[in-house]
């Protein structure tokens, strides 16, 4: 099983503040990673999904992929209480197996007013 | 477009009792997932069906596991005999067939096994 590493966090940062969330693979062959957010007692839901090396905007997120480093990146421009929650990196298993998807431990992330 | 649905929500058993989840994907969606998440862990896929057959059950521990998908539809989770280390929520995704295709969770089902 290939790895997707998170730091686990909290990860705490004001309100308006940009928050930035990383995330290292060891499998150098992945080519798609995405962003989940997990509210807590909620299930994931998705963010962001990235492809190729550089940067993907979307609204306050910003996603960051860095193949040659082997890793990902999610920012958070403007951060609100509101985005108080996990999340989770996550990428392909890296075997034959089809589409599922190998997530990361998660990232805690709290913005205080 | 209605959501992934699971029932129970949630579920407590003691060990060595049996126990089993239900999930209706979205319709029209060939692939189907089931996730184990302990708690402060990432989700760990279980298995996968692409339409009624598994594409991949590697991770699903087979001696207490099992899961079906009958008509390429909805699917059924079970675990006989349960043990403490089950106690996680377990996550049905759906998604349409494609590579890269947006991966859709149900609201999970809650286990705790005393």
């Known amino acids: 099983q290939k790895e997707v590493e998170q730091n686990s966090g909290p990860l705490s940062v004001p309100e308006g503040a940009i928050a930035s969330l990383n995330c290292t693979y060891s499998?150098?062959?992945?080519?798609?990673f995405f962003w989940y957010r997990q509210y807590s007692g909620k299930s994931p839901e998705l963010i962001m999904s990235i492809y190729s090396n550089g940067d993907k905007e979307d609204g306050r997120f910003t996603a960051q992929l860095n193949k040659a480093s082997q890793y990902v990146s999610l920012l958070i421009r403007d951060s609100q209480p509101s985005d108080s929650a996990t999340y989770l990196c996550a990428g392909p298993p890296g075997t034959n197996s089809g589409y599922a998807l190998n997530f990361g431990k998660g990232t805690s992330l709290l913005v205080t007013p | 477009e209605a959501g992934v649905a699971q029932s129970p929500r949630y579920k407590i058993i003691e060990k060595r009792q049996s126990v089993a989840f239900w999930c209706n994907p979205i319709?029209?969606?060939?692939?189907l997932y089931w996730y184990q998440q302990i708690l402060g862990q990432g989700p760990k896929l279980l298995i996968q069906?692409?339409?009624?057959?598994?594409?991949?059950d590697s991770q699903l521990p087979k001696d207490r596991f099992s899961a079906e998908r009958l008509k390429g539809v909805d699917s059924t989770l079970k675990i006989q005999p349960a043990k403490l280390e089950d106690s996680a929520v377990y996550l049905c995704?759906?998604?349409?067939?494609?590579?890269?295709?947006?991966?859709?969770f149900g609201p999970g089902t809650r286990l705790t096994v005393l």
């Open positions: 069906f692409q339409n009624n057959g598994v594409v991949d």
């Open positions: 995704a759906s998604s349409l067939v494609k590579y890269l295709d947006t991966q859709y």
């Open positions: 499998d150098r062959g992945s080519q798609s």
């Open positions: 319709s029209g969606h060939a692939t």
